[in-house]
């Protein structure tokens, strides 16, 4: 991890501590962007390093948040062993869905990822015995910490911290896995999988393994979701959402993960903010990603990144190093 991403951390860190108090109006929202933000992680390690498209992962979303709730409604389990198994069985169903999906290519690969998350989406609707179809669950148990039981609705700064925490954890150990030996065989994938194989790269289960990892983000955004509201119905997990997921990816920059918690950040409070214009919001997602894609092609941190420092040398305030 280089000193960028050292500091970096800090200041995330810093601003997961001064923002409730600068906008304690926007617990519950920031909490969800939270959400969003986690799940956009485990994404860009899929989409900008390793090169697979998935637009079914609100699927793995709906596992870990329906995992958690039956099983502490049900069963009585505790919500931080259901968070856990929420997980393991998003990690399982994953791996069985990633062997024969990601031997696909191109838009064969989206068009399957949408179809599981398709899949995903009906059961929760129809399986009422178990799901509480289109009515969900309710009563599911908040989460506890230090002995604190966490407030629901975002009226508690603990639950904005707790989350926010899971998510630079997250992001710590996204950072941590690009900048290793992993790291570099999934960006030789993205690269090309031919090249990749040739010197030796086991793409065919590189690709499995991010695709596993990254249902895991997303299956933890799943279970914080359900204890933080306390409720679950189907809405949240719709095949709109795995493509927003997609977008936010791309609107912050596909190829660093720090780009995916802004684009999150970025399109969070956008949704947020056209949330009462049902059919319109969608209008909006579209000229921003078509604004993106043409002025900004490389996402909004690494476009940003880069037209401040064309600003910066054009204006003298900094000089590029040149190598002798």
């Not at 941190?301 to 420092?309: E, K, N, P, T």
């Amino acid at each position: 991890m280089g000193w960028h991403n050292r500091i970096g951390l800090v200041v995330f860190a810093v601003a997961i501590g001064i923002v409730p108090w600068l906008l304690p109006s926007w617990y519950y929202k920031l909490i969800h962007i939270g959400f969003y933000a986690l799940i956009c992680i485990g994404l860009s390690l899929l989409m900008g390093y390793a090169g697979q498209i998935s637009l079914g992962h609100a699927a793995f979303y709906a596992i870990g948040a329906y995992t958690s709730a039956v099983l502490c409604t049900r069963l009585g389990w505790s919500p931080w062993v259901a968070v856990w198994a929420g997980v393991a069985l998003s990690m399982l169903i994953a791996w069985v869905v990633g062997i024969p999906s990601l031997r696909l290519h191109g838009h064969y690969l989206a068009m399957a990822t949408l179809a599981f998350g398709e899949i995903v989406s009906v059961v929760a609707k129809a399986w009422i015995r178990v799901t509480g179809g289109p009515s969900g669950l309710g009563n599911i148990p908040l989460l506890s910490a230090f002995g604190h039981r966490l407030k629901t609705y975002g009226t508690d700064t603990q639950t904005f911290y707790v989350v926010w925490a899971v998510v630079l954890i997250g992001l710590v150990l996204a950072i941590n896995l690009i900048h290793s030996r992993v790291g570099r065989a999934l960006r030789s994938i993205h690269d090309g999988e031919i090249p990749a194989n040739v010197l030796g790269v086991a793409t065919a289960s590189y690709k499995v393994k991010v695709f596993v990892l990254s249902a895991a983000y997303a299956s933890v955004a799943g279970s914080l979701y359900v204890h933080v509201t306390g409720y679950i119905n189907p809405s949240p997990f719709g095949v709109e959402n795995s493509i927003l997921f997609v977008i936010m990816v791309i609107v912050g920059g596909m190829r660093t993960v720090w780009g995916a918690v802004v684009g999150a950040c970025v399109m969070g409070v956008l949704s947020e903010l056209l949330a009462d214009l049902e059919t319109w919001r969608f209008l909006v997602y579209g000229v921003v990603l078509l604004l993106i894609m043409l002025f900004l092609p490389q996402g909004a941190l690494l476009g940003l990144r880069d037209l401040c420092v064309r600003i910066a040398t054009a204006t003298g305030l900094w000089r590029p190093r040149t190598t002798k």
